[in-house]
Nanobody, 122 residues
Framework: QVQLQESGPGLVKPSHTLSLTCTVS??????????WSWIRQPPGKGLEWIGC???????NYSPSLKSRTSISRDTSKNQFTLQLSSVTPEDTAVYYC??????????????WGQGTQVTVSS
């Protein structure tokens, strides 16, 4: 029943910060054992996990992106956000937000947003 919707600019200039918001409905981002993730898919490539924010507010990031990534949340709005700094055209991708649950160390991404295209170009 959880629904997620990405929003934010579809075009970002190189060296600027990519900022996206995921609005969650049908469930609270503070629900126990839920993790709220950002995932992207560059053209012609597979899915790449960017990072997540847990129900308790802690964050984890992909090692390859952690230096440029910040994920935060606004519990009053039931939203979580992605900021990816110093972007280049290599960051062009469809960006998804998704919820995940952990059960006996098995991670399941059970709900996904529809994805939003972000193009990095001058």
């Amino acid at each position: 029943q959880v629904q997620l919707q990405e929003s934010g600019p579809g075009l970002v200039k190189p060296s600027h910060t990519l900022s996206l918001t995921c609005t969650v409905s049908g469930g609270s981002i503070t629900t126990n054992y839920y993790y709220w993730s950002w995932i992207r898919q560059p053209p012609g490539k597979g899915l790449e996990w960017i990072g997540c924010i847990a129900y308790i507010g802690s964050t984890n990031y992909s090692p390859s992106l952690k230096s440029r990534t910040s994920i935060s949340r606004d519990t009053s709005k039931n939203q979580f956000t992605l900021q990816l700094s110093s972007v280049t055209p290599e960051d062009t991708a469809v960006y998804y937000c998704a919820s995940a649950v952990v059960d006996d160390n098995t991670i399941s991404f059970d709900s996904w947003g529809q994805g939003t295209q972000v193009t990095v170009s001058s």
